[in-house]
């Protein structure tokens, strides 16, 4: 059994050090590798990290392919059973990967895993569900009517696409799950697909996790911590307009034209273009 960590780097060099440290400090229990991909980063990162941890192999980028086409060059090159996708803003204090691993091994219908994540200060991240993004869990989570009808009843989730903060404790099996930590089967990729170039940001898990089996993927209640964000070093607004093209490049692969339509429509409405 081996196990390869595929991460995507664009800047965020602290961040990336403290994930680079929590692995080295609780690494998993197997056979396992760490792949960079750097996306034409600017503040040294990296670099440094090449010459603190030089058994980390590094693919270098002259411009930034995007988060998706990165993991892709990662597949590509690294041959280990078990892919693991990790943002650089993630860090543990356990070896997090050996339970996981082990349920992958116990139940094989379990194409990708991910522990719980907490954010520092805030409490969980809902990262999981089964219904995948449609129009009305858009405008719900747009709002963000969803995630304050969670917040006051943990149990409720409101047709949300995301489990309520409650799943959380007990896990089990569902649809999809955010890519900022997700450990894959390698034949995952060889039989649905890698990720879709087109999402140069967000979204690209969803295009995945959507060619899945249902109920594939599985939350186990172990954590790890995710610094929300703290991968990003993008201004804004720059970002938001990322995000949007990319959900409508989803609703336009994965939905119907009218769907489409109408979302494009209220993001104009709000001043928001792509």
């Known amino acids: ?17 403290k994930l680079l440290n929590a692995l080295k400090e609780n690494p998993p229990g197997m056979e396992y590798r760490i792949y960079l991909f750097d996306n034409n980063s600017s503040d040294g990162g990296v670099k440094l990290a090449e010459s603190l941890y030089p058994e980390v192999r590094v ?7 995007g988060y998706g086409s990165a993991l892709n060059r990662l597949i590509e090159v690294s041959d280990g059973e078990y892919l693991c996708t990790m943002n650089t803003d993630i860090y543990f204090d356990t070896d997090v990967f050996t339970p996981l691993l082990n349920k992958m091994e116990m139940d094989k219908s379990i194409l990708g895993i991910a522990p719980v994540l907490i ?27 969803a995630e ?14 995301l489990k309520p903060y409650s799943f959380y404790k007990k896990g089990g099996y569902v649809n999809h799950i955010e890519g900022s930590f997700v450990l894959y089967r390698r034949k995952a990729f060889k039989k649905y697909g890698i990720f879709d170039e087109s999402f140069f940001l967000y979204f690209e898990d969803m295009d995945l996790q959507i060619r899945f089996p249902k109920k594939s993927m599985y939350i186990l209640p172990v954590f790890a911590y995710h610094v929300w964000g703290g991968s990003m070093r993008i201004k804004s607004p720059e970002l938001v307009k990322i995000r949007h093209r990319s959900l409508l490049r989803y609703f336009s692969k994965h939905r119907t034209p009218f769907e489409t339509l109408l979302i494009k429509m209220f993001l104009k409405t709000w001043g928001i273009t792509w």
Do not use: C
Not at 2 to 13: A, E, M, Q
């Open 59 to 65: 693919i270098h980028s002259q411009r930034n392919l």
């Open 119 to 145: 954010m520092p200060g805030k409490g969980i991240v809902s990262t999981a569900g089964d219904i995948f993004p449609n129009l009305w869990t858009f405008l719900i989570e747009f709002l963000p009517i």
């Open 148 to 161: 304050m009808a969670n917040r006051l009843l943990p149990g409720f989730r409101l047709w949300s696409s």
């Open 1 to 17: 059994m081996s196990l390869d960590i595929l991460i995507p780097v664009y800047n965020g060099k602290e961040h990336l050090l």
